[in-house]
């Protein structure tokens, strides 16, 4: 049995070629990188390698982290500039015996020791969105405060192989105009991401500050340690987050995906749309939405002109 699901509608060409890898009988692994790579290397999409959108000082810093559930190896890389495809280097990090975790410079130059490609991630359209919010309101540059927060759109993917191997990967550019050196939720293990073959993965999108202090991604797979399936992992940590966080502060929108040992899928939000993409033996790459409805995630297809509508407006 494999299954693979990915956030975001943008990740399903990845998921198309990353489940033609899993019937193949490729491993979970692979199965991410490949995926993962197909958004970092898409211009279009701008919250993620190539066409991410910069910092305050119009630098693209990217972040990725991978887990293997069955190793419990773990990588990941936190405002690298020029990388590529961060998750290859995530991926990589994950086999050393140390040093798991590099950040800036000193991940920039383990890649370089390590043959990695080197790219300026900073396209013209990025450019120019950098420069229409410089416009729109040169103040907010003082201090990042989140208030202008638009979904980064993490690419987060979570699978499972034949050999019933789960792995877990995250690749993003952060928030848009972020502080330079801010690190978000999706290079850390049990927030961003975490995985345990033995039950299940999950990964998280939104927010980066108000899903880290939860370590959603970690909780979800206790849930499923608990006998909970991916869905109501996923529901029930969503609830609690929601709801602690909410009692005592402001919260942004936080979106969350996951699969079991069994390949289901699961996915939870706060928000009023979520996209995701879900695949498995029994299932081609579907295009699916989460909506928060009174505290509740309901889920359903999207329908072909949704995915029309997305796409356009990305390009
Ligand atoms: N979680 C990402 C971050 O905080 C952003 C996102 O996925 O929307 O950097």
Redesign the pocket.
């Known amino acids: 049995m494999w299954a693979i699901i990915g956030?975001w509608a943008m990740v399903k060409n990845g998921i198309e070629k990353a489940n033609n890898l899993l019937k193949e009988g490729a491993s979970s692994k692979e199965a991410i990188k490949i995926a993962i790579n197909d958004v970092e290397d898409n211009p279009y999409f701008k919250?993620v390698g190539y066409g991410g959108l910069p910092n305050k000082n119009m630098e693209v810093e990217l972040?990725a982290g991978f887990m293997d559930g069955d190793t419990f190896d773990i990588g990941a890389v936190m405002a690298v500039k020029n990388i590529k495809n961060p998750i290859d280097l995530a991926i990589k990090l994950s086999k050393e015996n140390y040093n798991n975790i590099l950040a800036g410079i000193g991940a920039e130059a383990y890649a370089d020791q390590n043959g990695f490609e080197r790219c300026n991630m900073l396209t013209d359209r990025a450019k120019d969105k950098y420069f229409a919010r410089l416009k729109e309101d040169r103040a907010k540059l003082s201090a990042y405060d989140g208030s202008d927060?638009d979904?980064?759109?993490?690419v987060c993917v979570c699978a499972l192989d034949d050999s019933n191997n789960i792995s877990v990967g995250t690749s993003?550019s952060?928030?848009f105009m972020?502080h330079p050196g801010?690190?978000?939720?999706?290079p850390l293990v049990g927030s961003?991401f975490y995985a345990n073959s033995e039950y299940g993965a999950c990964a998280?999108?939104?927010?980066?500050?108000d899903?880290m202090r939860h370590l959603i991604s970690y909780e979800v797979v206790r849930n499923m340690k608990d006998g909970l399936n991916a869905q109501e992992a996923c529901q029930k940590a969503m609830e609690e987050i929601d709801k602690k966080l909410k009692a005592k502060r402001e919260i942004s929108?936080l979106s969350i995906i996951a699969i079991d040992k069994n390949g289901n899928m699961g996915a939870a939000t706060n928000t009023k749309e979520f996209s995701f993409v879900y695949a498995s033996e029994k299932e081609s790459p579907t295009i699916y939405l989460a909506k928060n409805i009174e505290g509740m995630t309901t889920i359903e297809k999207a329908s072909e002109k949704w995915f029309e509508e997305y796409m356009s407006t990305r390009r």
């Open positions: 956030t919250s972040d927060y979904a980064a759109d993490t993003t952060g928030l972020k801010r690190v978000g939720d999706s961003g998280a999108t939104g927010m980066g500050e899903l929108d």
